[in-house]
């Protein structure tokens, strides 16, 4: 069966800073993997996603992702938070692609500090 | 306009009630779902249609009961409500059609109590 795993509950960081938040997953194939962020009181919106080629993917708001299968790896990075940022961020992989059946992280809550 | 749309957004009961969570989406998607985020924020999917056909469905107890009465539209009914159904539920929708996207798009999710 398939897993994600965010090690991280919670994370804090200074406005400006850079951010990573790690994600490690547990699938036989070849996953897709996707970064969504929930921002208070809002549903999940999606970042980013990775299903093949270049591993390192562009998302929107500044974030990016790189893929490294050696680590079973997709860490969620963005070189300067803005305040905004502040957010739960969901890891998630799919077997088929399709977003049919995701199988979501624990998610990471990001404070910024200003 | 919203694109995926849930009432309401907020729902307080008693145990033993039974309540509805309507959900509509005006995307043109084929695939809605149905996820539950506990309290911990841990999401799990509950149920997806596609074309009104339910594909997904997963250990759920059978007091929840979706209904798709069309493509726009997936409605979750709960009866005699408990305790651990408190969660916030979450409407989804994506387009199975359009081959690999991978992209949900959710609601703004219903914050369910039970008392």
């Known amino acids: 069966a398939q897993s994600v795993t965010q090690p991280d509950i919670h994370i804090t960081v200074s406005e400006g800073a850079s951010l990573e938040l790690r994600c490690n997953y547990s699938y036989g194939a070849t996953p897709y993997l996707f970064w969504y962020v929930q921002s208070p009181g809002q549903g999940l919106q999606l970042l980013l996603k990775y299903f093949s080629g270049d591993t390192l993917v562009q998302g929107i708001k500044g974030f990016e992702a790189e893929f490294k299968r050696s680590q079973s790896s997709f860490n969620l990075r963005k070189p300067s938070v803005h305040w905004s940022d502040a957010a739960e961020y969901f890891c998630?992989?799919?077997?088929?692609?399709?977003?049919?059946?995701?199988?979501f992280g624990t998610g990471t809550r990001l404070q910024v500090t200003l | 306009d919203t694109a995926v749309s849930q009432t309401p957004k907020y729902l307080v009961t008693q145990m033993g009630n039974d309540k509805s969570i309507k959900c509509e989406q005006n995307l043109g998607h084929d695939t809605m779902y149905w996820y539950k985020q506990d309290s911990k924020k841990f999401l799990k999917i509950m149920f997806s249609?596609?074309?009104?056909?339910?594909?997904i469905n997963e250990t759920v107890p059978n007091r929840f009961s979706p209904k798709s009465p069309d493509k726009a539209h997936l409605n979750l009914h709960i009866n005699s409500l408990e305790l651990g159904d408190s969660a916030v539920y979450f409407c989804a929708s994506s387009s199975l059609a359009g081959g690999i996207t991978g992209e949900l798009f959710f609601g703004e999710g219903s914050r369910l109590t039970v008392l």
């Open positions: 249609y596609n074309n009104k056909e339910l594909i």
């Open positions: 998630a992989v799919d077997r088929a692609g399709t977003a049919s059946k995701l199988t």
